[in-house]
């Protein structure tokens, strides 16, 4: 305990600290504002609704980078991979390459690509067609299905790891099929269709609950005067937003509170979606596809211990450097964190998966929480006891959804037309 009391003092210094001119922490003085002529019969909550209702998406801060990186429709899906993994971004918008050059915003884009959406393509091509599939006997399925048998890959259970060699990813990567594939040919794994875009009028409000409630990783914002769009909005940005609040009489309202106050981890040990490490690689991915998350833990043979993480972003190490795995038998989800952390110590680069699982306790505050998040980020941070068991998880959208609430009838028609993707697609 002394030694957690020593961490949260530091992180109470770094915090003080910092830079009070940075754009995050400004926004948090507009919120602070605002919140000071707030009804006092409101409860916290209820202030922080109206508060960020009463500011414009436009006001949070632009990405690092000048440019909003997109992807042409016509790049091949291992140009998009590289695209991705090269910017360290999890998703980016597509371009219509074929859309006029005043086309509207709507017209503009086709949507949003992310690594869940490929990976959702690769998981596809590692199962066998539907006989009753429409589309079975096209060029595409037949490509597909030839590159899949060719590995021997079918469906996958714990007694098939030693299936998912090496040498399926690196006949993947190396054939004409994923070569020639483009970005536009994967639509059906879009996240979103038709594309779904803020304006720059709406609300703070409307942007943290499409992040949270609504499960949205990043929110594109669109200037419909230039037709493209100004920013991308991502849930780990707004966690950034919050750790440079802290201090503020608004956020520290609310930050101090221990997480069983706020009624978190809302997801208990039963609940938690896991992998054993010696299941295949792909089992993780296929979990992840058919529960809708983002990452998933890797447990011991008890089920109890984690031992390490692995997200859907991950699935660019299948695609990028299919050659690590040829000291491994099997593709197992134990190999396959080893294997990655090697390889990125050897190439220098930084990871949350080479310092392995984030934890904390139940003991800890939801400030503490969003420090650390931002300090390693990461997007999911595991509880654990005493003895480092597994008692829950936090994500970042668990986070924001405790900090905002949807007003009855709050989208109205915001949604008209624009709708997620009905519940039998392949996302």
Known sequence: MATLQMVREREVEETQERSPRSPEADLGMKVEDLWDVQEPQLSPTEKLNACFESIPV?????????????????????????????????????????????????????????????AVWILHQSEPPSPRSQSSGTALAVAANGLTNAAGLGTLGPEDASATSGNFFEALTSSEFYKSMKVRDISGSFRWAPFLALQKSNSFLTMLLLLSKYKMKSVPVVD?????????????????????CAGLQWFESWGTKKLSEIGLPSMSLNQIVKVHEEEPVLQAFKLMRKKRIGAIPVVESDGKRAVGNISLRDVQFLLTAPEIYHDYRSITAKNFLTAVRSYLKEHHETSPMVNGMITCTKDHTIKELILKLDSKKVHRIYVVDDAGNLEGVITLRDIISRLVHEPPGYFGDFFDGVLPLPQNSRV
């Open 58 to 118: 436009s006001a949070f801060p632009s990405a690092n980078s000048s440019q909003v990186v997109e992807i042409k429709s016509d790049t091949s899906l291992a140009e998009a991979v590289k695209i991705l993994a090269d910017n360290k971004i999890l998703s980016a918008p597509v371009v219509d390459v074929d859309a006029p050059e005043d086309a509207t915003w709507m017209d503009r884009y086709l949507g949003v690509v992310e690594f869940a959406g490929i």
């Open 224 to 244: 419909p005067g230039e037709g493209k769009i100004d920013n991308i909005i991502t849930q780990s940005a707004v966690i950034h937003m919050l750790a440079e």
